[in-house]
């Protein structure tokens, strides 16, 4: 079973950068789709990023351009950098996993209203806060 553990947030001033971590567990390299998806308070979590068993990454629009996800799977960790963010960044941002095929691409398909529903196992989630 895959655990997930997210930190990096916090509060930081519009146009500022952050890089959000997330420590897998218990996982085998290669064997799993990663994703960051986030959640306004009142709202549905959404889709920020994913990251496919093949390596392709996929980004919701409000988010290409500045933000971009990777792992290192030496170290068992995914990140999330953060660029040039605005206050309607501000959310809970949560780390998910479900199993993936290596080398193929199959999260990164799917519309990012849809990874919500992809992903089964999810961190705590950390808050990061964009003052204007």
């Known amino acids: 079973q895959v655990q997930l553990m997210e930190s990096g947030g916090g509060s930081v001033q519009s146009g500022g950068s952050l890089r959000l971590t997330c420590v897998v567990t218990?996982?085998?390299?290669?064997?799993?789709?990663f994703g960051w998806l986030r959640q306004f308070p009142g709202k549905e979590r959404e889709g920020v990023a994913v990251?496919?068993?093949?390596?392709?990454?996929e980004y919701a629009d409000s988010v290409k351009g500045r933000f971009a996800v990777s792992r290192d799977n030496a170290k068992n960790k995914v990140y999330l950098e953060m660029n040039s963010l605005k206050p309607e960044d501000t959310a809970m941002y949560y780390c998910?996993?479900?199993?993936?095929?290596?080398?193929?691409?199959?999260?990164?398909?799917?519309?990012?209203?849809?990874?919500?529903?992809?992903?089964?196992?999810w961190g705590q989630g950390t808050q990061v806060t964009v003052s204007s």
């Open positions: 990251l496919d068993g093949d390596g392709s990454t």
């Open positions: 218990e996982y085998s390299a290669g064997n799993h789709c």
């Open positions: 998910a996993a479900d199993f993936c095929v290596a080398h193929k691409s199959t999260v990164s398909r799917l519309a990012p209203r849809q990874w919500r529903s992809f992903f089964g196992t």
